[in-house]
């Protein structure tokens, strides 16, 4: 009798022989990706003490109601807190330890971004009285922006904030049902304060636009609601998403705040009642684009995620065609699954170091502001605001390309990935809805093209003073510069993806200009698109030429060519726009009658660095660090023992503690016995 093969078994077998293959130091580059040694040996030893903390138990999450997930959260809060004070974990271990965390917590709302605009626009009389309270979880904040009928436009909110000279006092208002706060994360049931946007009015009448506002929400002592505020929770999300983050609405009666409430570290109001100019008009914007610059480095961890699953996952399962060893082929050597998952780590691996980039920028700004200075607020605006767009888009879209690339299995919410793609798809609408966000975008592009083609001053003199964001325009300025002459082997240089990029954004502004009257009906986008991959694309060619010196040899080689691959996916991303203005001049190359193709050789340089890379793909997702606990995918295991974890999951079901279902008694059997009688009756 034939031995009878058991696949399972085979599962441990592939991963090991993978990670066997692997030829970088894995180390070395997860050390990189953490930002250094040190940093990454702190977050290994908080992870260790939460996997190990049954407070932090995972295996029954999946079977709770959303009620019992909200009151789950609220105790891992509270046990974080807790051993926080026990390890004496700095502020920047706190974080750690929410970031690993893939629960969204109310706290996560106080700390991100209600602290960091508070700090930011607080007096520093407000700031003495709520520093510490805040910092210590004495108080627990929110930030009440959107409302009911208002999102992104920030401009058109409808609340107020009425000045009341004579008793030196704010009066917070909802003059309509759609003026409620709405969307607003942990106001539901849990803040105790909050950041308002409304409309500043002064005692004459006059409209000052939107600042910011510190209101007392709930007792601190029964957490009862103060008297003239309505608030509540707005319900569960779209594919049970966010389901322990309690968002809420609220509705202002006339509720009087002090004066000092007031974030006033920019403009203010006098005690008369006159109104103290801000040195820009858009410093209250300062929390939206410190949560932006944040977004990038979440992305690319977002990403990692969805590509660690599911390329172990691709690794151990063997389907299909059948090898000379008598089993079916591991799926991940399939080009037409390899081709689609192995650029999710370029990704990642760029989002995260691009992310870390934007946020020292982010530091200079805000020290900036500290001084006065508003030099960098417009270009860290139009930065944050394409990169926000741009990775959240392909964040979404990478973790539905992950959870697809595991056929049936990935759509088990024990797989892992569905979890994290529905924890992540609002990110394309929270902090500005990503098609206004393209607005703002063109707005500064075509102000940027005009500064240098509308004044006195000749373009070529301009051309030093171009910011970051706008450095593609350069090539316009000079009529001798031509995008490149593209060979087969043009695609090994990283140079010239980064130029047909920015040949692509300088081309698509300078006809936006030309057709502002009457743009067509994708150019918004395309543009938006076109001039923050032209941003990253630069930086991508920085990140290479700058690799970190502790990367060395096979690490730096392989990291080398996962930034390539992101710029090469990038410009096969951007053929429509390249082909249409004629940038894609390729050399006839072969014989016509085979490929009429002039995109091929960039496809078959994708393909072929995908290929170079596969053998690494289990070494460059084990640097990312993730853990099992981390991960909490069935499919992802580090093993590799994917049907076994999946088969234990299913023993937890709730379902299938009793062998005959609730539902029996007064559901299946009389439904079946009612089809019996019926299917015998004699009338039949």
Known sequence: MAQVRDPSKQ???????????TTINVSALRDTLHNGSEKWQKQAQIVDILSKDPVFDKSTRLFATRKELYIRGQALTNRLYELKEIHKWSREDEGTALSVLDDSLPISMSNFPFEPVFRLQASPELLAKYDQLIAHKGIIGCYLQTELAHGSNVGRLETTATYVPETREFEIHSPTLTSAKWWIGALGR??????????????????????LFLVQLRSLDTHMPFPGITMGDIGPKALAGFAATDNGF?????????????????????????????????????????????MVTTAGWTIARGATVAIRYATVRRQGEVGHDGLERQTISYPSLHVRLVPLIARSYVFIELGRALSRGFDSLARGLA?????????????????????TTLAIQDLETARRSMGGHGFSAFAGVGRVYAEYLPAATYEGENFVLDGQVLRAAL?????????????????PSLSPTSQYLRLLLDKTLIPPELKPSSWNQPATAILLLEWRAALLVNECAQTVEAPDATLTQRVSRAVTEAFVAARVGEMIDGLPTTLKGKEAEAVRKVYLLYLLTSVEGALVDLLSFGLFRATPTGN??????????????IAGLCAELLPEAIGLTDAFGFTDWELDSALGVYDGKVYEALWERVRHEPLNQTDVTEAYEPSIKPLMMRGRRIATSPKL
């Open 592 to 605: 016509p009658a085979r490929s009429r193709d002039p995109t091929r050789a960039l496809r078959l340089a």
């Open 190 to 211: 849990s803040a105790t304060h909050g950041v308002v946007q409304a409309k500043l009015i002064l005692p004459d009448g006059k409209d000052m636009g939107p600042h």
């Open 250 to 294: 609220a509705r202002f009666d006339h509720v009087r705040i002090p004066k000092e409430n007031m974030l006033s570290k920019f403009a203010g109001v006098s005690d008369a009642g006159t109104y103290v100019t801000p040195p820009h008009a858009k410093l209250s914007y300062g929390g939206m684009l410190y949560i932006r610059s944040g």
């Open 371 to 391: 001084s006065g200075d508003t030099s960098q607020l417009a270009e860290m605006h139009v930065m944050t605001s394409g990169l926000k767009v741009l990775v």
């Open 11 to 21: 599962n441990a077998v592939d991963m090991a022989a993978a990670r066997a293959q």
């Open 447 to 463: 102000k940027a093209f005009r500064g240098l083609f509308t004044s006195k001053t000749p373009p070529a003199a301009k051309a």
